[in-house]
């Protein structure tokens, strides 16, 4: 579904991202997880247009994705959860999912999709009319993974989706990541707690500062000597 | 309060019928058209899209509808839309790059501002077909001629009531579309209002060409109904200092907070005017950089805005109340 090649992508003479490749298959779950300032978030802000790569192959169900804006992506059928939620903070819970369908072929389907956002987390329809900005980190997760299925994506990137969040909440939203994986969702995440986020995933990448040094099934890397020494702690 | 408004809207059909001075009524046609321009600008300005170029719009506007008058005998009914057409033209060579490259805040200030000085330079320079700093009066035919579109005052009341009326039809339907919210995403988070699909640069895009095409339209009437146009007032960072100075201070995310804010320029201009006569030209200028300084750091949400809090945190308490009770 998803075909990364020979990736380089960076800000302004920095480099980031060195021949990554990376590929994601229809209903699978893929993580990639890497220390701080691997390169993840770079890797995500690449695959939904928001940053341009300068050499590589990036291909969404065998079109090409180069050099094609952040909202063309959106409608093409990924959607990105970014980093640290980035909700629009004035704005209601209900009208951040509004924005989530603003492409206009999701327009129309406004309505029956908020319900369906709702039935997955009621909680946010009992917040519906509270500003997004005044809610609990783990709520506020809950609605920007919301905003993103509002567009109904074929493959849904998420960017750290447990950072900066109590340990309780965390477990909380993986297991939303869970019940998205059951809703049939093809999802990319990527993260720094390895340990949890390699229970919930089928296959992983192990990015380390811009290059993929490891990939494989995740129970794979889970009995992998090297990576339970640096990243499981065991 | 809502059977206020028939009352209210009843009681804006009274004033050529009153017996009130010529310059009273005067002043309230100037304060409709005005009005009409300072809504037009809260329509981008709301949004975080501080401009201080609408001085060039408004110039283009007027302008181009009275040279092609002047010169060309064209009515205004073509040069009008023609003004239109060029401002829209201006907004989008500026606004266009200014959205790609990300030019914001302060920054899109600036370059706004630049903007209206160059127009406002342009004007002078070019002498000898715009009259200069000296201004320029559209020829003059005999009153209540619709080609000319010049009128006694008694029709003009009816044009500015019109366009003022249209000004607040055109925000309300912007503030209750999806452009609104995008809008308020963008400028709570452009990144990531991006990065869930919308369409960044178009949104921009839209509003400021709305806001830039009212506000040429509401200069063009302007200098009609003056039938005197000059560089200093109708274009440059005065009047745009101006146009902001009192969207802010009535108030730009309330629908009549321009409006307001208008009763408080143009009442205030000719205060001036009385006071200082033809000493200290620039003493205008000055007093609404002050009071613009004074309104931002005390009530950004200007004198509307104000009056809206007050109002919706006593309806909050009243229905409280019988909660509590």
């Not at chain 1, 969404?60 to 050099?67: I, K, S, T, V």
């Not at chain 2, 005067?26 to 201080?52: D, E, K, P």
């Not at chain 2, 000296?134 to 020829?139: D, E, K, S, V, Y």
């Not at chain 2, 400021?208 to 039938?227: K, N």
Request: hydrophobic share 50%; net charge positive.
């Amino acid at each position: 579904m998803l075909e990364i090649a020979g990736l380089e992508a960076g800000y302004g003479g920095f480099r980031a991202l060195h021949g990554v490749a990376l590929t994601v298959r229809a209903g699978e779950a893929v993580a990639v997880v890497g220390p701080n300032g691997a390169g993840k978030t770079t890797l995500m802000r690449v695959i939904s247009g928001l940053l341009a790569p300068v050499a590589g192959r990036l291909a969404f169900e065998g079109a090409d994705l180069a050099a094609v804006p952040p909202h063309r992506i959106v409608e093409r059928g990924i959607a990105h959860v970014p980093e640290n939620r980035r909700l629009f903070p004035r704005l209601s819970v209900e009208e951040n999912l509004r924005m989530g369908a603003f492409a206009p072929a999701s327009r129309p389907h406004f309505t029956e999709r908020l319900e369906w956002v709702y039935s997955l987390f009621p909680r946010m329809r009992e917040r519906r009319a509270q500003l997004a900005g005044t809610m609990s980190g783990g709520e506020q997760q809950m609605c920007a993974i919301g905003r993103a299925l509002m567009s109904k994506p074929k493959l849904l990137l998420m960017d750290e989706p447990s950072a900066g969040l109590a340990p309780v909440i965390v477990d909380q939203v993986f297991d939303l990541v869970r019940r998205i994986r059951q809703e049939g969702f093809t999802v990319l995440i990527v993260e720094q707690n390895v340990r949890q986020v390699l229970e919930l995933v089928d296959r992983a990448y192990v990015l380390e500062v811009g290059t993929i040094r490891r990939s494989g099934s995740a129970a794979a890397l889970q009995a992998d000597p090297a990576i339970r020494e640096a990243y499981l702690g065991i | 309060m809502k059977a206020g408004w028939p009352l209210l809207g009843a009681a804006l059909l009274l004033p050529p019928f009153l017996p009130i001075s010529d310059y009273t009524l005067h002043i309230i046609i100037l304060v409709l058209l005005w009005a009409f321009v300072y809504t037009s600008w809260t329509i981008m300005g709301r949004f975080g899209l501080v401009s201080l170029g609408h001085g060039a719009f408004l110039g283009l506007g007027t302008y181009v509808t009275a040279l092609l008058w002047n010169h060309y005998g064209l009515t205004p009914w073509a040069g009008i839309p023609l003004g239109v057409v060029v401002a829209v033209a201006v907004a989008l060579v500026i606004g266009y790059p200014c959205s790609r490259l990300k030019v914001v805040g302060h920054y899109f200030a600036l370059v706004t501002l630049a903007l209206t000085e160059v127009v406002r330079l342009s004007i002078v320079a070019w002498r000898d077909v715009t009259g200069g700093s000296l201004g320029m009066t559209p020829n003059a035919v005999p009153p209540e001629s619709i080609v000319a579109l010049q009128f006694t005052k008694f029709t003009w009341y009816w044009v500015a009531l019109g366009v003022w009326a249209l000004g607040l039809v055109v925000w309300h339907r912007v503030d209750r579309s999806m452009t609104r919210s995008a809008m308020d995403a963008i400028a709570d988070d452009e990144t990531a209002a991006a990065a869930v699909g919308i369409n960044v640069t178009l949104q921009k895009l839209l509003v400021t060409t709305v806001s830039a095409a009212l506000t040429a339209f509401g200069g063009a009437l302007i200098g009609q109904y003056q039938m005197y146009i000059n560089p200093d007032t109708m274009a440059g960072v005065g009047v745009s200092l101006q146009i902001v100075f009192a969207a802010i201070s009535g108030g730009m995310y309330v629908i009549l907070g321009p409006t307001v804010g208008a009763i408080l320029t143009i009442v205030l201009q000719e205060f001036l005017r009385v006071l200082f006569g033809t000493r200290c030209i620039g003493a205008a200028a000055t007093i609404y950089g002050i009071m613009l300084i004074v309104f931002i750091i005390f009530m950004p949400a200007g004198i509307c805005g104000v009056i809206v809090a007050r109002m919706r945190k006593r309806r909050a308490v009243a229905a409280a109340a019988p909660a509590a009770g």
